[in-house]
Nanobody, 125 residues
Framework: QVQLVESGGGLVQAGDSLRLSCAAS????????MGWFRQAPGKEREFVGA????????FFRDSAKGRFTISRDNAKNTVYLQMNSLKPEDTAVYYC??????????????????WGQGTQVTVSS
């Protein structure tokens, strides 16, 4: 059983940057590709980006490309989501997820083995 705990959310202004972290415990972190999803009020959860098991490849939704990056440190069992040039429409609860597909698979509904509890990101205009 893998536990995922996100941190780093908060209230920022449009144009600011924020880095989210997701710490994993209880399993073999490097066995999983890791993804980030978000859910805004009244909307369905949506894919943001994902990274392969050893960090060699990433995949993002179009609106995140060029603004967000994902990295991971397998020695620390942690994955990061660096968000730059934040917009009010980025406001959501952000979740990390662990799965066994390649990063692009997270975008098309590949099975997720574990979810974190989420961290709130609020971007004011």
């Amino acid at each position: 059983q893998v536990q995922l705990v996100e941190s780093g959310g908060g209230l920022v202004q449009a144009g600011d940057s924020l880095r989210l972290s997701c710490a994993a415990s209880g399993g073999t972190f490097s066995s999983y590709a890791m993804g980030w999803f978000r859910q805004a009020p009244g909307k369905e959860r949506e894919f943001v980006g994902a990274i392969s098991r050893i960090g060699g490849s990433t995949f993002f939704r179009d609106s995140a490309k060029g603004r967000f990056t994902i990295s991971r440190d397998n020695a620390k069992n942690t994955v990061y989501l660096q968000m730059n040039s934040l917009k009010p429409e980025d406001t959501a609860v952000y979740y990390c997820a662990a799965g066994r597909s390649d990063p692009s698979g997270f975008h098309v509904g590949a099975p997720i083995d574990y979810w974190g509890q989420g961290t709130q990101v609020t971007v004011s205009s």
